[in-house]
């Protein structure tokens, strides 16, 4: 299948997309940084994020990872340390765990970020309402601090990976953000980790300063200024011009590009999986043979090839998270078998993101001539990220949502809890099946003896019910003017400035 020729078929949608890059390249340049001083980072991303790690996707994290801490600090392949706030815990038992938190740690507004502090971190994540991670802590039957350095929580059934998701649970100052919200808190946001808020610009800019009372290793930048630029070009204009010293998040094509103008060019494979979340309720996608009709109408092999020069990998499954990991099951491209299934008349929506994932308007335009070939009528539905995230969270997403799955905690857990069971962020797709299946696993020793429950899930998530469609694993390309050293992107996707110079 050409997609050349699929995506002529939407001139008008491209040039409504040419034009809106225009108008992002025409309001950047009006609000670019200014120029470099000595020990400063200039930072360019796709978007603005959520800076309140309760209610904000993972994405966030590279710029509020400046400021704030992970309760337990991994390594760059996930590898549990015990070298941050939490420095050591024990397992004495199957549904309990003991925690030893630093001495010492305090938040730039004073407080303390004690056992108390983690405890109520750990609980925000569970109760919190719009909590993007209280799928995550059901099984948590309570958290308490027992003194200033202790925290115990325990869980209702056993779960061998509790310690892991502490991983991507980041410590927040308890008065504060009870004083003043996760709307005041993004606004003003606080922390424990080596830097700290200097300055926001609404829809502008965030600038960070090293926090000279923190704990640790102070950091050797005096300064990080993150900036938004929506198109991959104009991220990579800026660091070749100067303008900026860091752009992230760019396509395969900018890399290249920019390796050909003698910038520096960091390649990486992360956890990072695009997906396509079908949502069940609503006809025509609560009949399962449309479902199993999407599926097998997406050639996943044409889409990394014809627009990202093979530089993505293709992946039909959901669980294996961890990058080169092969699915027991992935879906399969079979568009005749595809158009067998579907129903005359059959019409959804596609939703896609127009500020996240490179070249996420091509990807949304061939899958959309893919299922159109099989005679499903699609309508484009182009929209900020966080709108989309609004629609799902809210429960109004109707039809099929593209979205990158980023499993910060490197085990099939992390997937399996956040999309599949009944509290899952998405609830895209119900099925009892689902949590049984969770609960089961979690009961074993390990992820390695809970993998034959994970891909049994993954078979009846992409095959049997076929509500959610893996598409691809991108490479992460970020272009680093030539002064820059020692920045570090992992492959769990997080971002480490506290070593960076420039």
Same mark, same amino acid.
């Given at each position: ?8 078929k ?28 000595d ?26 990872g ?28 199957p ?10 740690v ?20 569970? #109760? ?7 799928? #995550?802590?059901?099984?948590?039957? #309570? ?11 325990? *869980?209702t +059934? ?12 980041y ?5 504060? #953000? ?28 965030? *600038? ?14 005096n ?7 929506p ?5 990579i ?13 760019? *396509? ?17 494979? *992360?956890t990072?999986?695009?997906v396509? @979340?079908?949502?069940?309720?609503q ?9 199993k ?14 627009i @990202? ?6 992946d ?8 080169g ?22 019409? +959804? ?25 099989v ?27 593209i979205t ?29 099946r ?17 993998q ?32 820059v ?11 480490y400035?506290?070593?960076?110079t420039?």
């Amino acid at each position: 299948m050409s997609l050349s020729r699929m995506t002529r078929k939407r001139p008008a949608l491209l040039a409504v997309l040419a034009a809106s890059c225009v108008l992002a390249a025409g309001w950047l340049a009006g609000s670019a940084p200014a120029q470099k001083q000595d020990d400063t980072l200039r930072v360019v991303i796709a978007a603005q994020v959520n800076l309140d790690p309760i209610t904000g996707s993972r994405g966030g994290q590279w710029v509020w990872g400046t400021f704030l801490e992970p309760l337990i600090s991994v390594d760059s392949k996930g590898n549990l340390l015990k070298t941050g706030i939490i420095t050591n815990w024990t397992h004495p038992n199957p549904t309990t765990w003991r925690f030893t938190v630093r001495k010492g740690v305090k938040f730039t507004n004073g407080e303390a970020g004690n056992a108390y502090a983690v405890a109520n971190s750990i609980a925000l994540n569970k #109760y919190a309402t719009g909590g993007i991670l209280n799928t #995550y802590f059901q099984n948590l039957k #309570y958290v308490r601090a027992i003194n200033p350095t202790t925290v115990v929580a325990v *869980t209702t +059934l056993p779960q061998f990976n509790f310690a892991n998701q502490l991983g991507t649970v980041y410590l927040m100052p308890p008065k504060y #953000y009870k004083q003043v919200g996760t709307t005041g808190f993004r606004a003003a946001p606080i922390g424990t980790g080596p830097f700290k808020v200097d300055n926001i610009q609404a829809g502008r800019s965030i *600038t960070v300063v090293p926090n000279t009372a923190y704990w640790g290793t102070k950091p050797k930048l005096n300064q990080i200024t993150f900036t938004y630029a929506p198109d991959p070009a104009q991220r990579i204009a800026l660091v070749q011009s100067g303008a900026a010293d860091v752009a992230l998040d760019l *396509t395969p094509a900018g890399g290249r590009a920019a390796s050909a103008a003698k910038l520096q060019v960091l390649r990486v494979a *992360t956890t990072l999986k695009l997906v396509m @979340f079908t949502f069940t309720k609503q006809a025509p996608l609560n009949n399962v043979k449309v479902r199993k009709a999407i599926s097998m109408a997406i050639d996943r092999d044409a889409i990394v090839k014809g627009i @990202f020069q093979n530089a993505y990998q293709a992946d039909g499954g959901l669980l294996n998270v961890i990058p080169g990991e092969k699915a027991k099951n992935p879906a399969k491209y079979d568009p005749t078998a595809a158009k067998a299934l579907v129903p005359a008349g059959t019409s +959804l929506t596609l939703d896609y993101p127009t500020d996240r994932y490179p070249n996420m308007p091509e990807v949304a335009q061939a899958i959309a001539q893919m299922l159109e070939n099989v005679g499903i009528k699609v309508k484009l539905v182009p929209e900020p990220y966080t709108a989309g995230v609004v629609k799902v969270i809210g429960g109004t997403m109707s039809g099929l949502w593209i979205t990158g799955a980023v499993p910060n905690v490197p085990d099939s857990n992390f997937l399996a809890q956040g999309f599949l069971t009944k509290n899952s962020i998405s609830k895209n797709c119900i099925d009892r099946r689902f949590d049984a299946g969770t609960a089961a696993a979690l009961t074993k020793k390990d992820a390695a003896a809970a993998q034959p429950i994970y891909d049994e899930m993954d078979k009846l998530a992409v095959k049997d019910l076929a509500c959610f469609d893996p598409l691809y694993r991108p490479v992460t390309y970020d272009v680093l003017s030539n002064s820059v050293k020692s920045f570090v992107h992992s492959p769990l996707n997080t971002v480490y400035f506290n070593t960076t110079t420039n």
